[in-house]
């Protein structure tokens, strides 16, 4: 049974720096384009950043784009996601994804997904 598993999240002030991991069993993670979605308090999950098979690609919404930092290291079959420069509006739970083609690496459109790990930023 295909895992995802985040973990890093917590309570940081606004400016803080986080670290959230993303490790995947039972599954060809080099073969998966790896991505992290949030969804704040009240609002629909959106897209944060996405990276391809050999880390050769990525991407970020522009809220996050210079601040946030995803990476993936296929020999441990986890992804990261390095958030600095935190702002309260970043405030979420954030949730990894996992599927092949690159293609609408920005939808939610995404076979396999983790159960969310908590990021709070207190102003």
């Known amino acids: 049974q295909v895992q995802l598993v985040e973990s890093g999240g917590g309570l940081v002030q606004a400016g803080g720096s986080l670290r959230l991991s993303c490790a995947v069993a039972e599954l060809a993670f080099s073969r998966h384009v790896m991505a992290w979605f949030r969804q704040p308090p009240g609002k629909e999950r959106e897209f944060v950043a996405a990276i391809s098979w050999r880390s050769s690609s990525t991407f970020y919404a522009n809220s996050v784009k210079g601040r946030f930092t995803i990476s993936r290291d296929n020999a441990k079959n986890t992804v990261y996601l390095q958030m600095n420069s935190l702002k309260p509006e970043d405030t979420a739970v954030y949730y990894c994804?996992?599927?092949?083609?690159?293609?609408?690496?920005?939808?939610?459109?995404?076979?396999?997904w983790g159960q969310g790990t908590q990021v709070t930023v207190s102003s």
């Open positions: 994804a996992a599927k092949q083609q690159l293609s609408g690496y920005d939808t939610s459109d995404y076979d396999y």
